[in-house]
């Protein structure tokens, strides 16, 4: 599509006119003419310029050589503890890669170690559970015995009751040493929980990006440790007029160019438009995905942006 230019409209008017003056012989009155007519035919060009300009290109392609284009990261997070306490170690420094599920850094936590360790030995022993149940068995033996004194009337009933009452203790006595063992694994998950959450891991895979505590300094969960900035994916954010909202479809697949630095055209696609246009700009963003893989595209740098025809 043609654009009206109101320069060159501007131009072709100046020149028409001037060229009539001059067979017209009023060489003497062209400065004074000229003056006197540059400015209203410019409002002239510029205003037929508006009326006659499209509300919007024909097509979304239009609209990239122009727009702002910055390649950011996918997400930025800030790191911190769950817990506080004093640094025992980090494993990091500024642009390391890390995985998901890395250990970024780890609190002192001696005491924590033991309180699971000591969990885990209750959990699993059942010295109590057998020394209960011999208890019992021996318990259950003597009602047995008192059973068939009382039947040959040898000895009372009360003393045959006594016994019983003895027994029932006693196996209830194995029970609650069984339910202790449960409670006591329950508490090796709980304790074990309390320790993870004095180890700080990766939420994603990226690069640090800033290392903010060390080793031996005290951390809480208010002052992250480090900055985990996620590359792969890239997100890219162009920013179009008013005039493109209808022509942006999700899904739709552009060309990103890095601008600061040396690589070749990539492939991306539109996630997101923004459902509200800005007021003061007339400005929109559209947020587009860009592969990154080998993580050869710094984030941070500004871009060309080629939406495809």
């Known amino acids: 599509m043609t654009r009206f230019d109101p320069l060159n409209t501007f131009r072709k008017i100046a020149f028409r006119f001037s060229y009539l003056n001059l067979r017209q012989g009023l060489v003497n009155r ?19 310029a508006f009326a006659f300009e499209p509300s919007q290109a024909s097509e979304l392609a239009d609209y990239g050589p122009g727009a702002s284009c910055l390649i950011l990261p996918e997400n930025v997070f ?3 503890m769950s817990a506080q306490g004093t640094l025992a ?10 995985r998901q599920g890395e250990i970024i850094a780890q609190l002192e936590s001696g005491v924590e170690e033991s309180q699971v360790e000591a969990a885990k030995v209750r959990s699993q022993t059942e010295v109590q559970i057998k020394l209960k149940a011999a208890v019992a068995e021996a318990a259950e033996a003597k009602v047995g015995r008192l059973s068939k004194l009382r039947a040959a009337e040898v000895t009372n009933q009360q003393s045959l009751e006594d016994a019983q009452v003895v027994a029932a203790t006693a196996k209830a006595d194995v029970a609650q040493a069984e339910l202790d063992r449960r409670l006591a694994s329950l508490e090796v998950v709980r304790l074990q929980a309390t320790l993870e959450r004095r180890t700080l891991r990766a939420p994603a895979d990226g690069v640090i990006s800033s290392v903010e505590l060390h080793t031996g300094e005290y951390a809480d969960p208010a002052n992250p440790v480090a900055v985990l900035s996620e590359i792969d994916p890239l ?5 179009l007029p008013a005039a493109a909202y209808p022509l ?12 600061d630095i040396e690589q070749p055209a990539r492939d991306a696609i539109i996630e997101t438009k923004d459902p509200q246009i800005d007021a003061s700009s007339g400005l929109f963003l559209v947020e587009l995905r860009l592969p990154n893989p080998d993580g050869d595209i710094p984030a941070g740098i500004r871009c060309a942006i080629d939406f495809q025809r």
Do not use: D
Not at 30 to 48: F, H, K
């Open 30 to 48: 062209a400065w004074t003419v000229s003056m006197t007519t540059t400015i209203p035919l410019l409002a002239v060009a510029v205003s037929l």
């Open 78 to 80: 800030k790191l911190s």
């Open 89 to 98: 170690r980090v494993n990091v420094v500024r642009s390391s890669k890390v």
């Open 235 to 239: 997100k890219v954010n162009v920013y």
């Open 248 to 259: 942006v479809k999700v899904g739709a697949r552009a060309r990103v160019t890095p601008k």
